[in-house]
């Protein structure tokens, strides 16, 4: 157990729908990573968050966006959703937002479109 | 942009035997973090074993150790008696020291036979 949670584990919906995933960080980490695994484009980085603050942009659709709150849970919120948005979306924590830290990957979040 | 290349999909090995998995990376930076993951059918993301760029020793970590060749860019993985818990998918990972995001390789498929 990495200590990183995220809801929920299965999310089944339908193509033009909305998706909010939610993610709690380890305890202390302060930064939160949201990661992409599709059998088309592997792993793929999307967006951090460090304390609140967005700090790294990757290949992140327009229709998705992410956010960190006061407590620093992280939220990936997908719209208009698409049958190649099925994939699963990994939270990953860690302490600082440079550095040589770990990053600590949750249980992740499969969504399939339909 | 960095890029990360495991030229093997698929490796099998017996039980207590030894297997060598390979990525190579292309970057025109010079300080990095190389990291080994492990994918198991729970999909859970495990940290394996990191190495700095800058270390010249090779990192280990009990059964598994890396061979780092930073001028020929390359970090392959050996697993020393392979057991059945090591089956697994395994992805190569890049950071550079400045940034934030996990660059990842296409993956490798372990699996041990008995």
């Known amino acids: 157990d990495s200590g990183v949670t995220q809801t929920p584990k299965h999310l089944i919906t339908a193509t033009g729908q909305r998706v909010t995933l939610r993610c709690s960080p380890r305890s202390g980490d302060l930064s939160v990573y949201w990661y992409q695994q599709s059998l088309d484009q592997g792993l793929q980085f999307l967006i951090q968050?460090?304390?609140?603050?967005?700090?790294a942009k990757g290949n992140i659709l327009e229709r998705f966006s992410a956010q960190q709150f006061p407590d620093l849970h992280s939220e990936l919120n997908l719209s208009s959703l698409e049958l190649g948005d099925s994939a699963l979306y990994f939270c990953a924590s860690s302490v600082g937002g440079t550095g040589f830290y770990e990053q600590y990957f949750g249980p992740g979040t499969r969504l399939t479109v339909t | 942009a960095q890029t990360v290349t495991q030229s093997q999909p698929e490796m099998s090995v017996q039980e207590a035997e030894t297997v060598t998995l390979s990525c190579t990376y292309d970057?025109?930076?010079?300080?990095?973090?190389l990291f080994w993951y492990k994918q198991p059918p729970s999909r859970q993301m495990i940290l394996v074993i990191r190495?700095?760029?800058?270390?010249?020793q090779n990192a280990t970590e009990n059964r598994f150790s890396v061979n780092f060749q930073k001028a020929a860019k390359s970090f392959s993985l050996k697993i020393s008696d392979s057991q059945l818990g090591d089956a697994a998918m395994y992805f190569c990972?890049?950071?550079?020291?400045?940034?934030?995001?996990?660059?990842f390789g296409q993956g490798t498929r372990l699996t041990i036979n008995p």
């Open positions: 190495q700095e760029a800058y270390k010249q």
């Open positions: 968050y460090y304390n609140g603050e967005e700090r």
């Open positions: 990972a890049y950071r550079s020291a400045g940034a934030q995001k996990l660059v």
């Open positions: 970057t025109s930076e010079s300080d990095y973090y």
